[in-house]
């Protein structure tokens, strides 16, 4: 007020002048007061005071204030007298004026107004600092230039101006502080809150939500993502996305490290983005909202990025940045935390899983696992060793391991204590001892084990090899006994090799049964048992097992038992089949009163009678093949008689008949001729009958017998053969006599039945020796027999088996010709027919050969 006062004691010197100067005290007031409005906004303060000096003052007002870096000065209000002129200087005020250039640069520097013509620049001072510029033009009719006490008004406006602009700023400055305090204060609150619900997140994708739930709140932003660096460190996935559409978050699930949007580079930089004009969450150009792309650090390493995006353009200051780079610290805490928790909680789940394996692989094991102290103690006992020895768990867990026999319990001990010193021991045999008081062989692998706390301890694993050593033993047994079945072909020795294999090793006593022709069984050889002894158990049961091909077995025959003939106790059997080829030759028994036979022993049983019915078979086939080596060398020298006989008769008939045609010529004796033409008929026939034998043997071998079946009264076709006959039997004085029923026909092959009739009759005539031939035909129900009885040599009995086999007879050939294929060709073609033949003799009373044929 002292300054107003000295400067008014001025104004009086103007009393020309003194209604205007009150008019402008009037103004001060007037300023005073709008300043003084606590109500308005600095921005409408300089407003109203630019109005007052226009137009009183001058013709035009605007009021500069210094940029905050002092290089620029902003128009903030403005002023003129008439709209014209408002709008012609609108372009001047608009502009930004240089702070250190020109006459503003001087009036700033020195604090003293300054006038040009008719501009007037005043300086905008409050504190010793400046604010700004008053600037004011005048135009005409006004004076061009401003009066010192125009001046001297103009300044106190404008220190008054800048008194009310740095009081106003000093209000804006508190106020904002106590907004910024406030705003901290909240979001020091809202930070607590998050960090709390962090602190209980367990797992990444809560975290994820709970930072964007809690943090778009804590930043006011309108949408955020949170990315996850995958395990292969080459793309991140989406953990969680708020505020954003399906398609961006199907879009934004998957981020490449190598790309070029600002979550990739955040990621692979490091530190964050902070985005104006650039779509944050997808990279691409387009126009966007602001965003904050945050990197996730813990420990040096990235583990994601967290983006916040905002509706309006932002710009971030420091205490924001600070900010949101404080909560994504956190959440990257959090987010270590939640992996670190899901990576020992996976291990801890692993490691249950590999412990529960562990026990259901010991548990299931079929090998006996035990923990053992170094003093033999029992920690660790599986089911597989409860099964192997008999002990449960229960009984030996704490105590010394029983299994040990007391003899072998020494050198046990000193095996575990070589385990403890790092030996392992490698399949080590021992004999166990079951609970039951039996023996069990065992192979036992011991090494050492190092527990979390205490001494050392041995595990062992035991394997019972008693049923392997028994394999190992049957195998070896069979190796044996096929070299010894393989070394001879002779049937005799081989059944007796065959007999003795097994005793003593798996048996007392062993007999060797065979089936015969007529379909009985005779024990053919023995071995632990007196001569002429049958083994048990007995013929019924071998007949039993060569009938239906299966074995039988039985054990604990009481001493009582016909079945049993061992003398004292009880006693096991096994009877098995000796089959070949589809066939069963006979039996092997096996007799012991040691114990009772298992299935073990009756496959190894059934090995060796296949090995034995092999051996048989190969026997049987050397001497058939020896046989049939001797019966062909027989048959050659049979054939080659037999063939050269008729050749040589008829060669020395023809040459007898041609001797005597040369002798005699045209007078030659015509029943001379007669006789040798039917000598010569007769060795034709006889060599064709020959031929036809040796045909008739390659098409039954080669199974391509024919038969023609016809209606044929097989009475007429024996008095046919009978008749072709006659003469033989005349001239040899054998009576053939004939019984023949009438009507007796069927369906037959009437010419294989004339070649088995025809054989009938010859074989009579030749063995009959001069006695009567019997022939008689009979008719029973659907059959028909036919009976040739001679009263001749006969057969011996040993010799009846085998009569009707190729190549055999039952006289020598030296005195009886023939190749001995009539009689099986006959049983060949008889049977064919369904029919059977038998004969019925007696050495020296003759023969009856007798012939069924079914009539159909």
């Known amino acids: 007020m002292t300054m107003v006062a000295t400067r008014l004691g001025e104004a009086r010197q103007y009393g020309a002048r003194l209604p205007e100067i009150e008019e402008r005290l009037a103004l001060l007031a007037e300023a005073s007061r709008v300043l003084a409005d606590a109500s308005l906004e600095p921005p409408a303060v300089m407003e109203r005071l630019c109005g007052l000096v226009v137009p009183l003052l001058g013709s035009a007002c605007a009021l500069r204030l210094l940029s905050e870096d002092g290089l620029w000065l902003r128009t903030v209000a403005s002023a003129a007298a008439v709209p014209e002129a408002r709008v012609r200087l609108q372009a001047l005020f608009s ?166 949007s600002p979550v990739a580079r955040v990621l692979r930089e490091s530190r964050p983005v902070w985005l104006t004009a650039e779509d944050a969450l997808s990279g691409s150009e387009r126009p966007a909202n602001s965003s904050a792309c945050l990197p996730l650090v813990a420990d040096g390493r990235v583990l994601g990025a967290l983006v ?157 090899i008693t049923e392997r050593q028994r394999g190992e033993a049957a195998q070896r047994f069979l190796a044996e006994a096929g070299g010894v079945l393989a070394g001879s072909l002779e049937e005799e020795e081989t059944l007796e090799r065959v007999a003795h294999l097994a005793v003593p090793q798996y048996a007392e006593a062993c007999g060797v049964f065979l089936e015969d022709e007529s379909g009985g069984v005779r024990c053919v050889a023995t071995a632990g048992v007196e001569d002429g002894e049958v083994p048990p158990p007995g013929l019924p049961v071998v007949e039993r097992v060569i009938q239906s091909g299966r074995p039988e077995s039985r054990s604990g025959l009481s001493q009582g038992d016909p079945a049993c003939a061992r003398a004292g106790g009880t006693c096991a059997y096994l009877c098995v089949p000796l089959r070949v080829r589809g066939h069963t030759l006979g039996a092997l028994t096996f007799v012991t009163s040691k114990g009772a036979y298992d299935a073990q022993d009756l496959a190894l049983a059934q090995e060796l009678a296949r090995r034995a019915a092999l051996a048989l078979d190969n026997a049987s086939l050397y001497r058939d093949a020896r046989q049939a080596i001797r019966l062909r060398e027989e048959f050659l020298s049979i054939a080659s008689h037999e063939l050269k006989t008729p050749i040589s008769a008829l060669q020395l008939q023809v040459q007898s008949l041609l001797a005597g045609l040369n002798r005699s010529g045209a007078a030659f004796d015509p029943e001379r001729l007669k006789r040798g033409l039917e000598r010569v008929d007769r060795q034709v026939k006889r060599q064709t009958l020959l031929v036809n034998d040796l045909l008739d043997v390659s098409r039954l071998s080669a199974g391509k017998l ?79 027999r036919l009976r040739v009885k001679d009263g001749g040599i006969g057969i011996a009995k040993e010799h009846l088996p085998r009569l009707f086999h190729r190549f055999e007879r039952a006289v020598s050939e030296r005195n009886y010709g023939g190749f001995g294929l009539g009689l099986w060709i006959a049983r060949q073609i008889v049977e064919a027919m369904g029919g059977h033949i038998e004969v019925e003799s007696v050495l020296g009373e003759g023969s009856t050969f007798i012939v069924e044929l079914p009539r159909g």
């Open 95 to 260: 502009q930004r004026v240089r702070a250190d250039e020109g006459v503003a640069a001087e009036v700033l520097d020195t604090g003293v107004a300054q006038g040009v013509e008719a501009v007037l620049v005043l300086p905008l001072r409050a504190r010793g600092r400046p604010l700004g510029t008053l600037t004011v033009w005048r135009e005409a009719p006004e004076p061009a230039s401003f009066e010192s006490g125009e001046q001297l008004l103009l300044q106190e406006l404008a220190d008054r101006a800048a008194l009310a602009l740095d009081v106003a700023r000093a209000y804006a400055s508190e106020r904002q502080a106590r907004q910024a305090a406030e705003v901290a204060a909240g979001r020091l609150a809202r930070l607590q809150h998050v960090t709390a619900e962090l602190s209980e997140a367990l797992t990444a994708a809560r975290v994820a939500e709970v930072v964007l739930e809690q943090g778009l709140a804590v930043a006011d932003a309108k949408a955020g993502a949170l990315w996850g660096v995958a395990p292969d460190a080459t793309s991140a996935s989406l953990l969680r996305c708020a505020g954003c559409t399906p398609d961006a978050a199907e879009r934004l699930k998957r981020m490449a490290l190598e790309g070029d």
């Open 706 to 784: 024919e038969l023609v079946l016809e209606p044929l009264e097989l009475g007429a076709l024996v008095r046919e053969v009978a008749e072709r006959f006659e003469q033989e039997y005349a001239r040899s004085g054998t009576p053939l006599e004939l019984s023949l029923a009438p009507e007796v026909v069927g369906q037959w092959d009437r010419l294989r039945l004339d070649q088995v009739f025809t054989n009938l009759f010859s074989n009579a005539l030749k063995y009959g020796r001069g006695n009567p031939v019997h022939v008689s035909l009979e008719v029973e129900a659907d059959r028909a």
């Open 308 to 464: 916040f995006t905002f509706g309006l353009p932002h710009g971030f200051d420091d205490d924001e940045r600070a900010f949101l780079q404080l909560v994504a610290h956190h959440a990257a805490q959090a987010l270590a935390r939640a992996r670190l928790l899901e990576r020992e909680q996976r291990a801890r789940a692993a490691l249950r899983e590999a412990h529960g394996t562990l026990e259901a692989i010991i548990q299931a094991s079929p090998t006996a696992i035990m923990l053992l102290d170094p003093d033999g103690t029992v920690r660790l006992w599986n089911p597989a060793a409860e099964r192997m020895l008999g002990w449960t768990a229960e009984e030996v867990l704490g105590k010394v391991l029983p299994a040990v026999p007391p003899e072998h319990w020494e050198a046990f001990r000193q095996g575990l204590e070589r385990a403890t010193r790092g030996t392992v021991l490698d399949g080590a045999p021992l004999a166990a001892r079951r609970r039951d008081g039996g023996a069990v062989q065992v192979a036992m692998w011991t090494g050492r084990v190092h527990p979390a706390s205490g001494p050392p301890q041995c595990l062992s694993v035991m394997v019972d």
